[in-house]
């Protein structure tokens, strides 16, 4: 069992930035992978970034690469989302999961409870 803590979210102007971060329960969040995802009202939740288990291998939805940065700090059971160049489209719910290395929402079985990013223009 894996429990899923977002916080970091807030209001900011576009083309600043924001670091979400994620606090896992348990010592064996190591072993799963994890990712990002995000929800706009009206819209399905859509893919943003995972990384492996090890923090060795990541992937990027087209959207958000180059911008976007997934990293991980196993010693302190969290995941992080560093947002760059920040856009009006990114704002939504980010929602962080784990259990896979994946950018399909159903592979995963934890999730957070979400925090709101909301990107003025």
């Known amino acids: 069992q894996v429990q899923l803590v977002e916080s970091g979210g807030g209001l900011v102007q576009a083309g600043g930035s924001l670091a979400l971060s994620c606090a896992a329960s348990?010592?064996?969040?190591?072993?799963?992978?994890s990712g990002w995802f995000r929800q706009a009202p009206g819209k399905e939740r859509e893919f943003v970034a995972t990384i492996s288990s090890s923090g060795s291998t990541t992937y990027y939805a087209n959207s958000v690469k180059g911008r976007f940065t997934i990293s991980r700090d196993n010693a302190k059971n969290t995941v992080y989302l560093q947002m760059n160049s920040l856009k009006p489209e990114d704002t939504a719910a980010y929602y962080c999961?784990?259990?896979?290395?994946?950018?399909?929402?159903?592979?995963?079985?934890?999730w957070g409870q979400g925090t709101q990013v909301t990107v003025s223009s």
């Open positions: 348990g010592r064996t969040f190591s072993s799963y992978g």
């Open positions: 999961a784990a259990g896979a290395y994946s950018m399909r929402a159903g592979d995963y079985a934890y």
